[in-house]
């Protein structure tokens, strides 16, 4: 996929405070970014400097090879930013509102038409197209924020708290429809505190505590620790103890039974488990079911040690 947002050592200062510390990533077509930290920590900050609504103190956005800020014309229908809070025209109709964006990025006609009652069908909101927007819930406001992100189809999507005011249905309706924006090639960045939706979806994660990114990885290497171990769970067909056998393999540590269950901790990745699989079948065990442990995101964030901004 093509290399479609560039950050390169984007700093961003208010007066003493620094917000955003020297953050740098490229994401290419196909890349769902999960943003996540504690309230303070910067995020909101940063999706407002990439979305150009913020000059950084120091550093550069570029989205398709365009700077956010010198070729803000350029930008403009490339990048969409869905904030954490819902549209303020509390006296339009849901479909007056999405029409007004339209015809800000110069979607008009049919063309608009039929934007409009895509999005309206993608986020649930067909029925409501006549409310106004101040008789809607929180949930419902936040669905239209979402709408109105993705009506000119831009190529870097970013969203803050989307799924803030949504029900577990519309949560799981709302993942759906962000993953999809992924599988079209776009660049999607989503910041939350509910990491399970992220693990559902993401393919990296990005850490930030305090302006600085912790941890910036692919999803599959949750599985990692710090020096590159993992653990392995296997199921092995005897109702014997096989532990000394398994310890026996050169590299294997930390080995727990539980029934026919066991887990042990091994060097991480796809030819390392091959081999530590080799060797236990060479042993003479009857492995029936051998699985790479990932952690789940909640546990990585956790063991960053972030702390909660003050």
Request: hydrophobic letters at 40%; charged letters at 25%; one cysteine or more.
């Amino acid at each position: 996929m093509s290399l479609l947002l560039e950050v390169n050592n984007v700093r961003v200062e208010f007066e003493t405070l620094v917000a955003v510390n020297n953050v740098s990533f490229k994401m290419a077509g196909g890349d769902l970014l999960g943003l996540i930290g504690p309230n303070g920590a910067g995020k909101t900050t940063l999706l407002r400097v990439l979305a150009g609504l913020h000059a950084p103190t120091s550093g550069s956005v570029s989205i398709m090879g365009h700077d956010v800020l010198d070729e803000s014309h350029r930008v403009r229908g490339e990048v969409g930013f869905s904030p954490d809070s819902p549209p303020a025209y509390e006296e339009m109709t849901v479909e007056q509102f999405l029409y007004f964006v339209a015809d800000t990025h110069g979607i008009r006609g049919n063309e608009a038409h039929e934007r409009i009652d895509h999005w309206l069908e993608q986020v649930w909101l067909e029925n409501k197209r006549t409310e106004k927007v101040s008789k809607l819930s929180r949930g419902m406001r936040q669905r239209i924020t979402v709408a109105q992100t993705l009506i000119p189809s831009p190529a870097v999507v970013l969203l803050d708290e989307p799924s803030s005011g949504l029900d577990p249905a519309g949560r799981i309706q709302l993942r759906e429809v962000i993953a999809s924006l992924a599988r079209q090639g776009k660049a999607v960045i989503v910041s939350s505190h509910i990491l399970a939706d992220l693990e559902e979806f993401c393919t990296h994660i990005a850490i930030i505590e305090r302006g600085c990114v912790l941890r910036y990885s692919h999803v599959d290497e949750l599985a990692h620790d710090s020096v590159g171990r993992c653990s392995y769970k296997m199921i092995i067909q005897s109702d014997s103890d096989h532990t000394e056998a398994i310890i026996a393999v050169d590299g294997t540590s930390h080995i727990r039974k539980t029934g026919h269950e066991y887990t042990v901790q091994f060097d991480a990745g796809n030819e390392e488990a091959a081999v530590l699989l080799r060797q236990l079948v060479e042993r003479g065990l009857h492995v029936s079911s051998f699985t790479m442990v990932r952690e789940s995101l909640e546990d990585v964030y956790l063991k960053t040690g972030v702390q909660q901004v003050d």
